[in-house]
């Protein structure tokens, strides 16, 4: 079975600090991961992916996020946060096996910049 | 969001009726899915379709069933609606196994 934790329901950053935001995961076989914002009244809106090579991976509005397959973790990160970062932030994870190719999602991160 | 819409965005029912969510999308990806969003608890599969022939159940599929009726058409029906289906709905696509879901706006459901 695969899994995703997310173990921080709520992250403040001040406006111009660095934001992480935390992610593990479990998988039988190599993870392809991925990271969705969600805004207020709206859908979820793909940031990035990790599906293989380099564990930095780069996306959207500046965001970042390492796979550290060790650490079996994949934290969301950017240098400087901006107050319309604020949303909610979902971790997904699935297994690269195929024939398992549904999503597992974790339960989200609300992330608040305080201006 | 626009290549893949929900109707309706709200829809507020009473305990035992039917009531048909779905969902159309523009991308002519042949994989589509239905998640419902609790809060707390993320989001979870309720049903998914690779193509027209084919259906599975997710996670938590019951009291829920789906009809694709089309490759750009996926729809989900509350046989019978009870309060604890209250959530929010979202349909999303995605165009192979390992690329990126696309969601719709949702779809806001009140079962009182």
């Known amino acids: 079975a695969q899994s995703v934790a997310q173990p921080e329901d709520q992250v403040n950053v001040a406006e111009g600090n660095p934001l992480t935001v935390k992610c593990t995961y479990s998988?039988?076989?190599?993870?392809?991961l991925f990271w969705y914002v969600q805004y207020p009244n709206r859908g979820l809106q793909f940031l990035l992916k990790y599906i293989t090579g380099d564990n930095l991976v780069k996306g959207s509005y500046g965001f970042e996020a390492e796979f550290n397959k060790s650490q079996t973790s994949f934290h969301l990160k950017k240098p400087s946060a901006l107050v319309s970062d604020s949303a909610l932030y979902f971790c997904?994870?699935?297994?690269?096996?195929?024939?398992?190719?549904?999503?597992?999602f974790g339960t989200g991160t609300r992330l608040t910049i305080i201006p | 969001d626009a290549d893949v819409t929900q109707t309706p965005r709200n829809r507020i029912t009473k305990t035992g009726k039917r009531i048909m969510l779905e969902c159309s999308q523009t991308?002519?990806?042949?994989?589509m899915y239905w998640y419902r969003q609790d809060p707390g608890l993320g989001l979870r599969l309720i049903y998914y379709?690779?193509?027209?022939?084919?259906?599975n159940k997710g996670e938590i599929s019951d009291g829920y069933s789906v009809s694709r009726q089309a490759q750009a058409k996926f729809s989900l029906s509350l046989e019978s609606a009870i309060p604890n289906q209250t959530a929010l709905y979202f349909c999303?696509?995605?165009?192979?196994?390992?690329?990126?879901?696309?969601f719709g706006p949702g779809t806001r459901l009140t079962v009182l």
């Open positions: 379709s690779f193509d027209v022939k084919d259906i």
């Open positions: 997904a994870v699935r297994d690269s096996n195929f024939g398992n190719e549904k999503l597992t």
């Open positions: 999303a696509t995605s165009d192979f196994g390992y690329d990126t879901q696309y």
């Open positions: 991308k002519g990806h042949d994989r």
């Open positions: 998988v039988s076989g190599n993870p392809y």
